[in-house]
């Protein structure tokens, strides 16, 4: 496929090359850093000259078969950005968390998108590893071996001393707890993304009304001085974040998915469904999330044309539907 990239930052740089090794063709890349304009993609990639030159106007992007979009987690952030994609008639896969599921924080932008998309006959979707797949498609997925759900729950453990920087950032790595805690609050760091949008992507694909979400989130101080490869955390320092989303039908929790992100944490990803015939627990050795997300993006943008016109969910490309019984 010709692919044109929207955002070349470490998302969009690892999605390309893991692109052009699969033999997709990259024929436009755009970015807002002043930095890397006009400097080839290849030559930025460590590849070699690819002839193709990062560029700021979307135009550039006007002779992909697709677009990849990977910029910012919020879509108020970004609808201008997809919507310049849409009007070329172009589909666009995004890595934007709360595209996954915008109708719950941002009902009016993701109606005016689904409009849009149709206008132009092109397909709209948002996904990654997280909101996109371990806690809502896996969890689907192994959900559809069990005749009657009652609960389920979702566990993500991961040791941020092996992300990148920019992840440590978001988590408030290495800050006073006190101090993350507020910005965790304000919105300034954000941690993890998507609680809630996992939560309405299972719920929908189990037709199931969720009455109410909560999303929290905390720091985590080290309780001793940590260091972990290249990354020391002083004690008392803030070692990462923990947090969760619970789904309710009333009064009752459903839905619950756990993230747990701290230098030296566990590596895992667990999955307990209770069924009313039988209980499943699933439990891996853990997801590379940044090289999860690239794989999922190239996937995704493989099957895109089996879907109609329109801004479409991630779930709406698996076979099957689950059964709720509460």
């Not at 070329?88 to 896969?93: A, E, F, H, M, S």
């Not at 968390?97 to 915008?102: C, K, M, S, V």
């Not at 667990?270 to 499943?280: R, S, T, W």
């Not at 044309?305 to 539907?321: A, C, D, N, S, W």
């Amino acid at each position: 496929m010709r692919l044109g990239i929207y955002g070349f930052g470490s998302i969009g740089r690892l999605i390309t090359k893991l692109a052009l090794e699969r033999g997709h063709e990259v024929v436009g890349v755009i970015d807002i850093d002043e930095g890397i304009i006009g400097k080839d993609v290849g030559e930025l990639l460590g590849l070699g000259s690819l002839g193709v030159r990062v560029g700021r106007d979307v135009l550039e992007l006007s002779d992909a078969d697709v677009v990849i979009h990977a910029t910012t987690s919020y879509l108020d952030r970004a609808y201008n950005q997809i919507k310049s994609v849409i009007e070329l008639g172009i589909p666009i896969v995004s890595t934007c968390e709360t595209l996954a599921f915008p109708y719950y924080r941002y009902p009016v932008l993701a109606l005016r998108l689904d409009r849009l998309a149709r206008d132009y006959g092109v397909v709209v979707l948002g996904t990654g590893i997280n909101p996109g797949f371990i806690f809502d498609t896996l969890m689907v997925t192994l959900a559809s071996t069990v005749p009657t759900i009652s609960k389920l729950r979702v566990v993500r453990s991961l040791d941020v001393s092996k992300r990148r920087e920019a992840l440590r950032r978001k988590l408030g790595v290495g800050e006073d707890p006190v101090v993350v805690k507020r910005k965790l609050e304000s919105g300034e760091l954000s941690g993890h993304v998507g609680y809630a949008e996992s939560i309405y992507l299972i719920a929908l694909a189990g037709d199931l009304n969720i009455t109410k979400v909560v999303e929290y989130q905390e720091p985590i101080p080290a309780e001793e001085t940590i260091v972990c490869g290249d990354v020391r955390v002083e004690k008392g320092m803030c070692k990462g974040v923990r947090g969760y989303g619970i789904g309710y039908v009333g009064s009752k929790d459903v839905i619950k998915v756990e993230f747990n992100a701290y230098v030296g944490a566990p590596e895992y990803d667990e999955i307990v469904i209770e069924g009313k015939e039988f209980n499943v627990t699933w439990r891996s050795t853990g997801t590379h999330g940044d090289l999860g997300t690239a794989a999922i993006i190239l996937n995704t943008i493989e099957k895109i044309y089996q879907l109609p016109p329109g801004l479409h969910l991630i779930t709406e490309l698996l076979p099957f539907k689950i059964r709720f019984s509460i």
